[in-house]
């Protein structure tokens, strides 16, 4: 028969149109599965970021001013120790540019706070912090943006007639002469793929919870500039204490030369005992050595500063300011509380933490929501680049969360700890920030009474020496009534030197209770220049 769909001749060339024309209905949906995968997949949903459950920001390090009661054993007039402890990486600095090559240069305290600011650790910390902050937020705002992607490939396809259903048994009158495969035969596909979130309300809030992280970070920055600001002004007053202690030991070491030698000259005379001069010139050694002790400290809280402050500890530099006497009276116990509530970038920074905390909950809520996603493609397809055909696909997908195991009340619980975490330390803090403004009014008030108490003694000391020299060079008292009132004499200066250490460090102190320490700081310390 001529007209028999297949002959023994003609069978296996059929046969194959047959397979390809069966192929030719599978490759769409082949095609279209491929493709489909592709493009973003609609199945995805979006999680609540998890913030940590304490929004107190570490710094690696810290500055505590401290003022603790002087033993009840020591006879001078010093009641109070101060002291400034700074830790971790606001101890430390990246080297800057020198003060002047070759010579000895002056420091003010306003260069020394702008060093701090620019070469202290800790403010490169906090800019580091606050600058993945700002990553951070970039990254999840990409969630509410389209996502745009372009894919050009390049394709040779063999498919297997068996894995797709047809097959020899499907065709039992020809199955000996159906083929197992189609192909190779070859495609090109060049498209565009793009997918926006419509509605999604936990990728929305987890935007805002990333906002207010990069404005908490921010702060942060704000606030260590304040405790850089403290910690050089500290390190500054060590340095101006420690040269009005060399100073004094000078004079005392310039006393007792005069002494010892006014001493000599009379045993030469046989007007005084051998063990006179002895006496004296221990003393003599004795301020001599002290001298060399406080020109070694003298050394040691400059390179100190150095370290805060960008500086080589080779670099060698003198101070402009003095330690300023000024007890002028401090504000009010009630404004210093109201400033504080207002400057304090700490405080600030625990209210926006808990604004964080708010807004991670509601991502974890909004898991119940619905959400509304738009997909799809649109490129060319075909055997060669000049006869490709069009091809796009377009979808509208709306996902209705139903059960999720518990996991929708899990963030939400975990999100409800942060927040009540964060809530706690808002108070905390709050109070915190009034015990140490309360702490360094106290600091000062008490500072200041020392100090007219410290000078008083300074003056009659140096009184009761004048008089005991006196009497010692016209023979009416030993050299152990000078010594003894040389020794009054250094601890009186040192009382003094101490007090007016304790009445600076105290305003400086207040001022950063205050939050106002990289503003009020150099106007405090250049009251005695």
Same mark, same amino acid.
């Given at each position: 028969?001529?007209?028999?769909?297949?002959?023994?001749?003609?069978?296996?060339?059929?046969?194959?149109? &047959?397979?390809?024309?069966?192929?030719?209905?599978?490759? @769409?949906?082949?095609?279209?599965?491929?493709?489909?995968?592709?493009?973003?997949?609609?199945?995805?949903?979006?999680?609540?970021?998890?913030?940590?459950?304490?929004?107190?920001?570490?710094?690696?390090?810290?500055? /505590?001013?401290?003022?603790?009661?002087?033993? %009840?054993?020591?006879?001078?007039?010093?009641?109070?120790?101060?002291?400034? *402890?700074?830790?971790?990486?606001?101890?430390?600095?990246?080297?800057?540019?020198?003060?002047?090559?070759?010579?000895?240069?002056?420091?003010?305290?306003?260069?020394?706070?702008?060093?701090?600011?620019?070469?202290?650790?800790?403010?490169?910390?906090?800019?580091?912090?606050?600058?993945?902050?700002?990553?951070?937020?970039?990254?999840?705002?990409?969630?509410?943006?389209?996502?745009?992607?372009?894919?050009?490939?390049?394709?040779?396809?063999?498919?297997?007639?068996?894995?797709? %259903?047809?097959?020899?048994?499907?065709? @039992?009158?020809?199955?000996?002469?159906?083929?197992?495969?189609? %192909?190779?035969?070859?495609?090109?596909?060049?498209?565009?793929?793009?997918?926006?979130?419509?509605?999604?309300?936990?990728?929305?809030?987890?935007?805002?919870?990333?906002?207010?992280?990069?404005?908490?970070?921010?702060?942060?920055?704000?606030?260590?500039? =304040?405790?850089?600001?403290?910690?050089?002004?500290?390190?500054?007053?060590?340095?101006?204490?420690?040269?009005?202690?060399?100073?004094?030991?000078?004079?005392? &070491?310039?006393?007792?030369?005069?002494?010892?030698?006014?001493?000599?000259?009379? =045993?030469?005379?046989?007007?005084?005992?051998?063990?006179?001069?002895?006496?004296?010139?221990?003393?003599?050694?004795?301020?001599?050595?002290?001298?060399?002790?406080?020109?070694?400290?003298?050394?040691?809280?400059?390179?100190?500063?150095?370290? =805060?402050?960008?500086?080589?500890?080779?670099?060698?530099?003198?101070?402009?300011?003095?330690?300023?006497?000024?007890?002028?009276?401090?504000?009010?116990?009630?404004?210093?509380?109201?400033?504080?509530?207002?400057?304090?970038?700490?405080?600030?920074?625990?209210?926006?933490?808990?604004?964080?905390?708010?807004?991670?909950?509601?991502?974890? %809520?909004?898991?119940?929501?619905?959400?509304?996603?738009?997909?799809?493609?649109?490129?060319?397809?075909?055997?060669?680049?000049?006869?490709?055909?069009?091809?796009?696909?377009?979808?509208?997908?709306?996902?209705?969360?139903?059960?999720?195991?518990?996991?929708?009340?899990?963030?939400?619980?975990?999100?409800?700890?942060?927040?009540?975490?964060?809530?706690?330390?808002?108070?905390?803090?709050?109070? *915190?920030?009034?015990?140490?403004?309360?702490?360094?009014?106290?600091?000062?008030?008490?500072?200041?009474?020392?100090?007219?108490?410290? =000078?008083?003694?300074?003056?009659? /000391?140096?009184?009761?020496?004048?008089?005991?020299?006196?009497?010692?060079?016209?023979?009416?008292?030993?050299?152990?009534?000078?010594?003894?009132?040389?020794?009054?004499?250094?601890?009186?200066?040192?009382?003094?030197?101490?007090?007016?250490?304790?009445?600076?460090?105290?305003?400086?102190?207040?001022?950063?209770?205050?939050?106002?320490?990289?503003?009020?700081?150099?106007?405090?310390?250049?009251?005695?220049?």
């Amino acid at each position: 028969m001529r007209h028999r769909l297949l002959d023994v001749q003609g069978s296996r060339p059929r046969l194959y149109w &047959v397979a390809l024309g069966a192929t030719l209905l599978f490759t @769409p949906l082949h095609l279209g599965a491929q493709l489909g995968a592709s493009s973003p997949s609609s199945s995805a949903l979006t999680r609540p970021v998890q913030v940590p459950l304490s929004g107190r920001q570490g710094t690696n390090g810290s500055v /505590a001013i401290t003022q603790q009661p002087a033993g %009840g054993g020591d006879s001078g007039v010093q009641t109070i120790n101060s002291t400034v *402890q700074v830790t971790g990486s606001f101890a430390g600095s990246i080297l800057g540019n020198p003060l002047r090559n070759g010579v000895t240069a002056e420091l003010t305290i306003d260069e020394a706070i702008r060093r701090g600011l620019r070469y202290n650790l800790g403010v490169k910390a906090a800019s580091r912090s606050a600058q993945q902050a700002s990553a951070t937020q970039s990254s999840v705002r990409s969630a509410l943006l389209p996502n745009i992607s372009a894919q050009l490939s390049d394709n040779v396809n063999k498919i297997s007639l068996i894995t797709t %259903g047809f097959d020899a048994s499907s065709f @039992p009158s020809i199955g000996q002469f159906f083929p197992t495969d189609v %192909g190779p035969f070859h495609y090109y596909s060049a498209q565009a793929n793009v997918s926006q979130s419509l509605l999604d309300m936990v990728a929305l809030e987890n935007y805002r919870t990333s906002k207010l992280q990069t404005e908490a970070a921010k702060l942060g920055t704000q606030d260590a500039r =304040e405790q850089i600001a403290l910690a050089v002004a500290g390190s500054y007053l060590r340095v101006l204490s420690a040269i009005a202690a060399v100073n004094t030991e000078m004079a005392q &070491v310039k006393y007792s030369q005069g002494v010892y030698d006014q001493s000599l000259a009379q =045993e030469v005379a046989g007007a005084k005992p051998h063990v006179e001069t002895n006496r004296n010139l221990v003393q003599l050694q004795t301020e001599q050595q002290r001298l060399t002790a406080d020109q070694a400290t003298l050394i040691k809280v400059k390179m100190i500063l150095a370290r =805060e402050i960008g500086l080589s500890i080779d670099q060698d530099f003198t101070v402009r300011e003095a330690l300023s006497p000024d007890t002028t009276a401090a504000i009010s116990l009630a404004e210093a509380y109201q400033r504080a509530a207002t400057a304090r970038n700490d405080v600030h920074a625990a209210e926006v933490q808990v604004r964080v905390a708010e807004d991670a909950r509601k991502a974890a %809520g909004a898991q119940y929501l619905p959400t509304l996603k738009l997909q799809g493609f649109y490129g060319l397809q075909g055997v060669n680049p000049n006869s490709g055909t069009s091809v796009y696909n377009g979808s509208i997908s709306l996902n209705v969360p139903i059960f999720s195991g518990g996991q929708i009340r899990s963030d939400e619980r975990q999100s409800d700890a942060a927040l009540n975490q964060r809530r706690s330390e808002l108070s905390d803090l709050r109070e *915190q920030v009034r015990f140490e403004v309360r702490t360094a009014w106290l600091d000062l008030d008490v500072a200041a009474k020392q100090v007219a108490v410290a =000078e008083s003694n300074r003056r009659l /000391a140096a009184q009761t020496l004048q008089q005991s020299t006196d009497r010692f060079f016209a023979g009416a008292t030993t050299s152990v009534e000078v010594v003894q009132s040389e020794q009054a004499v250094a601890s009186a200066e040192n009382d003094y030197i101490g007090s007016l250490f304790s009445l600076n460090l105290a305003r400086i102190s207040l001022a950063r209770s205050m939050g106002e320490a990289e503003k009020d700081i150099p106007l405090i310390l250049k009251g005695a220049q």
